[in-house]
Antibody, heavy 118, light 108 residues
Framework: QLQLQESGPGLVKPLETLSLTCTVS??????????WAWIRQPPGKGLEWIGS???????DYNPSLKSRVTISVDTSKNQFSLKLTSVTAADTAMYYC??????????WGQGTLVTVSS | EIVLTQSPATLSLSPGERATLSCRAS??????LAWYQQKPGQAPRLLIY???NRATGIPARFSGTGSGTDFTLTISSLEPEDFAVYYC??????????FGQGTRLEIK
């Protein structure tokens, strides 16, 4: 059974960089079938796609966040990571990692809450 | 950017009733549409993909229809565990996706 687990600091100061890692277990991140995505959800609000990465390193980002986002992959560790620079209170959210296949995201991590505050 | 508009924002029904949730796309997304269920404190769960295919383990009371710009998620007879928030999502330019704003299904 595939499992995804987010990890990283729960509190980030304004204007600093948010860094999260998603560890994939029960399957290989190097499969040619899937992309791997980061999605976030501000408290009480809807879902926002941040970006996705292929095992080869190819990426695509939400245009509204593109200037601040970097997603990378480490196939040796079966992990992919998110960096979001110059964060503000508007970046406070639950951050999810997920597997992307075709139309859908079929496996999700449990999510990790990141709060931006001094 | 393709915008997905879900309606209604909130739907109040009783267990045993039929629920019909709508998702309208601002452009043609063919059948590249998925539906998710999210309960408080949980990650979204995939229900339907490619507009009408149930995901693994999803009960038959959930069904999806539509193509192009108009899509519907139907729950034929509501169970107590079905009361949650439902999101639609399109991937016409995969892996780039957008989500609707959600429909809250609440107990009447």
């Amino acid at each position: 059974q595939l499992q995804l687990q987010e990890s990283g600091p729960g509190l980030v100061k304004p204007l600093e960089t948010l860094s999260l890692t998603c560890t994939v277990s029960g399957g290989s991140i190097s499969s040619s079938t899937y992309y791997w995505a980061w999605i976030r959800q501000p408290p009480g609000k809807g879902l926002e796609w941040i970006g996705s990465i292929y095992y080869s390193g190819d990426t695509d980002y939400n245009p509204s966040l593109k200037s601040r986002v970097t997603i990378s992959v480490d196939t040796s560790k079966n992990q992919f990571s998110l960096k979001l620079t110059s964060v503000t209170a508007a970046d406070t959210a639950m951050y999810y990692c997920a597997r992307s296949q075709g139309t859908r995201h079929d496996y999700w991590g449990q999510g990790t809450l990141v709060t931006v505050s001094s | 950017e393709i915008v997905l508009t879900q309606s209604p924002a909130t739907l109040s029904l009783s267990p045993g009733e039929r629920a019909t949730l709508s998702c309208r796309a601002s452009q043609n997304v063919r059948n590249y549409l998925a539906w998710y269920q999210q309960k408080p404190g949980q990650a979204p769960r995939l229900l339907i993909y490619d507009a009408s295919n149930r995901a693994t383990g999803i009960p038959a009371r959930f069904s999806g229809t539509g193509s192009g710009t108009d899509f519907t998620l139907t729950i034929s007879s509501l169970e107590p565990e079905d009361f949650a928030v439902y999101y639609c999502q399109q991937r016409s330019n995969w892996p780039r996706v957008t989500f609707g704003q959600g429909t809250r299904l609440e107990i009447k």
